[in-house]
């Protein structure tokens, strides 16, 4: 069974191309990328976001994370788009980031809250 | 709930002033909170807005991002530079001080933000963004970032009533502040409901640049339409203001020589325009 196999496959090897077979042109356009590698970091740097928000000093860098998972997201989604491949991560990337975002901007701010406090912890760190 | 000394003054109602809330057993600013609805709100108009132009949603996002950034940095710089007398007095004096001390020093130095600042640091980033992404052209970007900013605005001003870090002058009418924890000697007198004010006169001005912008008109220069009428309001609002942290010069206030230089530069920007448009008109009939 497997020499049959063999002696087909031989044939086919040894079987000549068809008279209007071309050689496949080396200058073909790469393949076109779906931006799974940026949909994937989105998807992780969002989840880090959306833990590192909940904790007050490390929520800096939520924000941080959270900026780059949404830019990341973004531009692999519209990659997908492109390409016609699914958006399933990319959106999910996105989702996460935002929310994660928000929640880090958010707990950012309830620690810088406005100018007044600002101004009174100058007056309290120097004596100016 | 504590009595407040009224003396004879009468305002319209107690306020009690809620720069955090409790949220499943977890604090959150009130500012922070009013500051995402907005640019949350900001991103869902931007995004309808952006239907004439066919940009993605993504491209919104990416737009969104980059004012958010710029806005920041901005903010945080200008309120660094109104308090320009500290920051040299620690680099100045970097050997004498603790490293501790240095770094508590221009964290209060630069953790406050100023509104004009972040509104420059976004206008930057507009053009920044705009230069390197071509998804949306600069001068639609700039017609979007004017619906934006004064929307925003709205929301922001909110927080910051709520937040109780800047308020109103003394005066005969308006709310009478109580519980204000961030600043408790404020507490206690009524005071012009300045932040308010200043929300209202953005809502309006959000009318007015969306009117505009809807029915294509002034497109291209509506961000000169919101530079003529913010500074005005904002000019005359900082009269009411209590609050004298953000650096007093030769009697205006930062904003308020902000103001005057963003409403001369526009004006300017106007003539000129209509002057060189005039002329090449002249020069095109005589051809």
Known sequence: ?128 | MRRLPFGKRRSFSEVYMYPQIEVFGRTIGVYGLCAMVGIAVCVVVATFLSHRQECSFEAILLFSLAIGGGLLVGGHLLFGLTQIKTVAYIFAHLNELSFRQIVHGLIACFGGSVFYGGFLGGLAAVFIYTKYSKTIPRSFALDLYAVMTPLFHVFGRIGCFFGGCCYGKEWSWGFCVAENQINPAVAGVVRIPVQLLESGCNLIIFLIVLLLFLRRIYTGRLLCIYLLLYPIARFVLEFYRGDAIRGIWFGLSTSQWISIALFMCTAATLIWTAIWQRQKRTATKNI
């Open chain 1, 1 to 128: 069974m497997n020499d049959q196999n063999f002696n087909t496959n031989d044939q086919n090897f040894n079987a000549q191309p068809p008279e209007n077979y071309q050689q496949p042109s080396p200058f073909l356009p790469p393949p076109q990328d779906s931006g799974k590698g940026f949909s994937i970091a989105a998807l992780v740097l969002g989840i880090l976001s959306c833990i590192l928000a909940w904790f007050y000093v490390a929520n800096i860098f939520g924000l941080i994370f959270g900026i780059l998972g949404v830019a990341l997201g973004a531009v692999g989604r519209s990659k997908a788009r492109v390409a016609n491949a699914p958006m399933g991560m990319g959106t999910a990337g996105l989702v996460v980031s935002i929310v994660g975002l928000s929640l880090s901007f958010v707990g950012f701010l309830t620690c810088t809250l406005c100018v007044w406090c600002v101004g009174e912890s100058i007056s309290s760190a120097l004596s100016v």
